[in-house]
């Protein structure tokens, strides 16, 4: 009995999945996929790397300092589901790690970076903490990023067509789940059935 108990502490279950659990995964989409991309010059990267301490040398999360891997955007493109306005360009990206990256998520990132949110620079307990918010709130005030009223760039017609869609994929996503729930619990029934 006690070796069953050792056994069963063993055994995970894959997470279940849900059609709607991609909710936000599909809010992203939908605000990501209009984003325009700006390429910076060479001269604009390193004035960036300047004023985060670094050079060539030494490129690194400016979160955390780990190897970065990505750019980040500072400042969300999407709160509460809505964009922001900002885009894919040098004054509001940074370099970071995967991590912290996936940590920050949509938060603000001075409140995040202090946050006991899992894989936070402070729950990792990063040391030098507190020189990276100046070098990141000086990135900040480096310059102004384009925030961009897409409604007036599009037309209201365009916009409301593309919240449409997205409203039918949510809608349908809603739907499908449904569906799943009865094709799952029929399937469990004939599994219970058989053993
Ligand atoms: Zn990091």
């Known amino acids: 009995m006690s070796e069953d108990i050792e056994y069963l502490s063993l055994f995970?279950?894959?997470?279940?999945m849900k059609i709607t659990g991609r909710s936000s995964s599909i809010t992203n989409a939908f605000i990501n996929s209009i984003i325009p991309i700006i390429e910076p010059s060479g001269a604009q990267v390193k004035q960036a790397l300047q004023i985060?301490?670094?050079?060539?040398d030494n490129f690194q999360c400016s979160y955390?300092?780990?190897?970065?891997?990505?750019?980040?955007?500072?400042r969300p493109l999407v709160l509460n589901k809505k964009p922001t306005g900002y885009v894919s360009e040098i004054h509001n990206l940074v370099p970071a790690c995967g991590k912290c990256n996936q940590s920050k998520?949509?938060?603000p990132w001075s409140d995040w970076m202090v946050s006991d949110a899992k894989l936070s620079p402070k729950s990792r307990g990063i040391k030098d903490i507190d020189i990276r918010l100046k070098r990141l709130a000086d990135y900040e005030a480096w310059e102004q990023p384009t925030i961009v009223d897409f409604e007036a760039v599009v037309g209201k017609e365009k916009?409301?067509?593309h919240w449409a869609n997205w409203?039918?994929?949510?809608?349908?996503m809603k739907q499908a789940q449904v569906l799943a729930t009865e094709i799952?619990?029929?399937i469990a029934a004939s599994y219970s059935l058989k053993n």
């Open 64 to 74: 955390c300092g780990a190897t970065a891997t990505e750019w980040d955007h500072l």
């Open 184 to 186: 799952n619990k029929s």
């Open 159 to 161: 916009w409301e067509q």
């Open 52 to 56: 985060l301490g670094m050079t060539a």
């Open 167 to 172: 409203e039918l994929v949510q809608n349908t």
């Open 105 to 107: 998520g949509n938060k």
């Open 12 to 16: 995970r279950m894959p997470t279940p």
